[in-house]
């Protein structure tokens, strides 16, 4: 399974999951298939309820945008990939703060698929960038180390690969003695 998908699955499935309160957006049916049909691998089936979401329903949806996004890292289309995470990322981020929990995961996420494409088309400083802002914003995104850490590692920065490592680790819930964790 594609490393994007477990970003994906990571990061948003919470966001249908969570109990809603007055403050959080309402998702359409559209919107609540998609995420439906890729929790079930329907990959095809996801992208044309997010296509449906942004074209009929709701074209300023950055949540939207953000899973289409991944959608296209999936397929390794890296340019579309970072073309809709730059639109989830305007939208989500025009005159406003974050407002909602789902915002904060949607914001982290396009960062996150981003870097990934950055990363994967050779570009280790954005990908590098991308991935410590996704950090910033969602400081228990594990993904986001996981994935900086690659990019470390890439770039000859044993350290801060393993320092990212550990927080990966360490937020994924695996368990590990501290002292053993310790970069040499």
Not at 39 to 62: D, L
Not at 106 to 129: C, N, P, Q, V
Request: hydrophobic share 35%.
């Amino acid at each position: 399974m594609n490393r994007m998908i477990v970003i994906l699955a990571c990061l948003m499935c919470t966001v249908i999951a969570s109990p809603q309160s007055v403050e959080e957006p309402k998702f359409s049916e559209n919107f609540r298939s998609g995420v439906d049909a890729f929790v079930q691998g329907k990959i095809e089936e996801a992208r044309e309820h997010f296509s449906k979401e942004i074209q009929a329903n709701n074209p300023q949806c950055g949540h939207a945008y953000a899973f289409m996004s991944i959608l296209f890292g999936q397929s390794a289309e890296y340019a579309k990939n970072i073309e809709y995470a730059n639109k989830a990322i305007s939208l989500l981020t025009e005159g406003k703060t974050l407002q909602t929990p789902e915002d904060t995961q949607s914001l982290s996420l396009a960062y996150t698929g981003r870097g990934h494409s950055y990363f994967m088309l050779g570009d280790s400083e954005k990908a590098l960038e991308d991935y410590s802002v996704a950090i910033r914003i969602m400081p228990d995104n594990p993904i986001a180390y996981r994935e900086r850490s690659d990019v470390y590692n890439k770039m000859g920065e044993d350290s801060l690969s393993w320092v990212d490592m550990h927080q990966y680790l360490v937020l994924i819930g695996y368990p590990m003695e501290e002292e053993s964790m310790t970069a040499e």
